[in-house]
């Protein structure tokens, strides 16, 4: 039986040493330079794990309303817990290079699971899409290379236990971010076959949690700004409180 709670301790990492200054930054893309400000005040710890609650809905051939916590360590893993419609509750990991999901109903009956190579990889992606939760992790000195973009863009390289992945962060007028994109493994489908499909969403609120700016509010799923957009959305969220561990 997973050990959830263990789990959560062994992703509960203390901040590195020092605090965010802009110098931090100073050499990095023009997008990278107008984002990371944006989202980290000055004086800031440098946070490597994060804990959240959030409430929205999730469509699971329909949408359906869920309340769920999370322990977020960009790099390391997650652990989130969720309750969906009040009878479904289980949850997701990805820690070690291993992903798991175990859903069940009342507690008794199995709904959904997974794991393997397949759902492993698709955790490590998911895991780079919710690095904009702790934007610290996206520091250079935390592992994250920042590419060359327009001012309107910051594209970050972010190392998983799988491959680097490659974000593009779209910025509004005061560098916070609006959406984001980038190629992620799954099976959006359920044919059976895993391939590298584009994975992304857009924000609609932000909100500061100690020191860190972040997206609060916003929808994601497969196929953003392509054609299938519309039956690959399946994740809406709101981010009702965010501590970062340290």
């Not at 491959?163 to 962060?169: G, R």
Request: no cysteine; glycine share 12%; proline share 5%.
């Amino acid at each position: 039986m997973v050990d959830l709670v263990l789990i959560e301790q062994r992703l509960t990492l203390p901040a590195h040493d020092g605090h965010f200054a802009e110098a931090d930054v100073r050499d990095l893309p023009d997008g990278a330079r107008r984002m990371l400000p944006a989202a980290i005040a000055p004086g800031t710890r440098l946070a490597a794990s994060l804990r959240l609650r959030m409430r929205g809905s999730i469509k699971l051939n329909r949408w359906l309303p869920f309340r769920a916590t999370e322990v977020i360590a960009p790099g390391v893993g997650f652990v989130w817990r969720a309750r969906v419609a009040g009878i479904v509750a289980g949850y997701d990991r990805y820690i070690d290079g291993q992903g798991e999901m175990q859903w069940k109903l009342a507690g008794l009956v199995t709904v959904a699971q997974g794991s393997g190579a397949d759902v492993s990889r698709s955790a490590a992606g998911r895991e780079v899409g919710e690095t904009f939760w702790l934007p610290t992790a996206l520091l250079p000195q935390f592992g994250t290379e920042w590419l060359p973009a327009d001012d309107d863009h910051a594209i970050a390289r972010i190392r998983t236990a799988a491959e680097p992945i490659d974000v593009t962060y779209t910025l509004d007028a005061s560098g916070r971010v609006r959406s984001l994109t980038f190629q992620r493994w799954g099976d959006p489908d359920d044919r059976g076959e895993f391939a590298f499909h584009t994975f992304g969403g857009t924000t609609t609120e932000h909100r500061t949690f100690g020191g860190l700016t972040i997206p609060s509010k916003g929808t994601v799923g497969w196929s953003f700004g392509e054609e299938g957009w519309e039956t690959g959305e399946f994740f809406r969220f709101q981010i009702t409180d965010a501590h970062p561990v340290g």
